[in-house]
Each structure stands twice: as structure tokens, then as C-alpha cells.
């Protein structure tokens, strides 16, 4: 079986500050792992994915996010937080070779940085 | 390019009324689609998923049903809500065989009163 874990429901952060939103795994084999993000009200937007290759992955808005394997995280970044980066954010993770069923949501962390 | 559509955007319902939630894509052909629910703005929770027209694979029993009568369109029913039915319901889509990533469309505010 496949989890993952957001072990914050709430990040702050002040504007201009670097931001971290953390995420954890479990998955047997070498996972695939992304990061969404959800504004107020509207559907879940892709961020930026890891499938393999270097641990450092950059997506869309400025962030980034560092896979880990030994610490099975993977962990989403971004050196200067914006006042409208202020919304929820979900890890999901899927095994390899798995079914169609596919992504393992995590519970979501709630960022909100203040002006 | 590839766009998810849902409708409708906001919906009331009594309890003990019926339900349909549609979902259409644009752009691709013979994709994966989901409906997930989000209660409480928190965790999604999958329904139903389909990997073909007339093929659904459900996740949770419950007072739902899903079916896709064509290759592109998803849709959500329920014959009579509960208000435990009451959330955000999400489709989205992949494309099988490529990347793993699912898209998702703007979602559907359900609430029954």
C-alpha cells in the first residue's frame, strides 16, 4: 500500500520569507511523487512532479521540491513567498507499475503568508 | 490544448432528490477520469475512476453512482442525496501510458439541505 503524510495542516510564513510545506511517503519500489496546489473554491492545479532523475525538481510559480530517498520525503520550496502563494497544498505519491486508481492524496497544508 | 469542464459549478439539493454531476474533457482521447470528494476543503477522497466507456471502478460504497456513456464524459448521479453528500466534488483526467499526473477541473460546490 502507498501513503503520504503532511505533517502540518498549517504553514505561516511572512511575504519575502523562504517557505518549505513538508511531505512524507510510503511506497514499495521507487515512487512518483507530486505536489498541487488548491485556491478557495477551485479545482486542485498541478505544481510540478518527480519521476526520476535529479532530486531537484522546478515547477511552475517558482517552486521547487527535493526528493529524499533515504528520509522518503519530498518536500516543496520556494525562496521568496508571495502574499498569493497563500493557499492549500497537497502531496500525492504513486506507486510504480500501479493501476489506473493512481495518486495517494495527502490531507493538504494550509500556507498562509502574511504581508 | 487539453480542458476539463464541470456543471454545474454550484448546486442545492434537498435531501432525498436526485443527483447529476457531469464532467467533459476536451483535447485527448481515451483518458483516465476520476470524481473525487473534498469535504470540509481537506482531503480528496476518490469515488469512482474509469478507464473506458461503460468501465467504472468504485473506490467507497455509498449513496453514489458514476457512469461514462462516452469517451469524454463523465458523469456523477445519485437517485436520493443525503446530506453526508454535501462537498466539493473534482474530476479529473490523465492520459494513460504517459506522464502520472491528473488534471482537474474547476469542481462542483454540492450542498443538501
Known amino acids: 500500500a502507498q501513503s503520504v503524510a503532511q505533517p502540518e495542516d498549517q504553514v505561516n510564513v511572512a511575504e519575502g520569507n523562504p517557505l518549505t510545506v513538508k511531505c512524507t511517503y510510503s511506497v514499495s519500489g521507487n515512487p512518483y511523487l507530486f505536489w498541487y496546489v488548491q485556491y478557495p473554491n477551485r479545482g486542485l492545479q498541478f505544481l510540478l512532479k518527480y519521476i526520476t532523475g535529479d532530486n531537484l525538481v522546478k515547477g511552475s510559480y517558482g517552486f521547487e521540491a527535493e526528493f529524499n530517498k533515504s528520509q522518503t520525503s519530498f518536500h516543496l520550496k520556494k525562496p521568496s513567498a508571495l502574499v498569493s502563494d497563500s493557499a492549500l497544498y497537497f502531496c500525492?505519491?504513486?506507486?510504480?507499475?500501479?493501476?489506473?486508481?493512481?495518486?495517494?492524496f495527502g490531507s493538504g497544508t494550509q500556507l498562509t503568508v502574511l504581508p | 490544448s487539453q480542458t476539463i469542464h464541470q456543471w454545474p459549478a454550484t448546486l442545492v439539493q434537498p435531501v432525498g432528490s436526485p443527483l447529476s454531476l457531469e464532467c467533459t474533457v476536451e483535447?485527448?482521447?481515451?483518458?483516465?477520469l476520476y470524481w473525487y470528494r473534498q469535504a470540509a476543503g481537506r482531503g480528496l477522497q476518490l469515488l469512482f475512476y474509469?478507464?473506458?466507456?461503460?468501465?467504472i471502478s468504485s473506490e467507497v460504497p455509498q449513496n453514489l453512482s458514476a457512469s461514462r456513456p462516452q469517451d469524454r464524459q463523465f458523469i456523477l448521479s445519485s437517485k436520493k442525496l443525503l446530506l453526508s453528500d454535501s462537498g466539493f466534488y473534482l474530476c479529473?483526467?490523465?492520459?494513460?501510458?504517459?506522464?502520472?499526473?491528473?488534471?482537474f477541473g474547476p469542481g462542483t460546490r454540492l450542498t443538501v439541505t
Open positions: 479529473a483526467w490523465r492520459t494513460p501510458g504517459a506522464t502520472y499526473e491528473q488534471y
Open positions: 474509469s478507464v473506458g466507456i461503460g468501465q
Open positions: 500525492a505519491v504513486r506507486a510504480p507499475g500501479g493501476s489506473a486508481r493512481q495518486l495517494t
Open positions: 483535447g485527448t482521447s481515451n483518458p483516465n
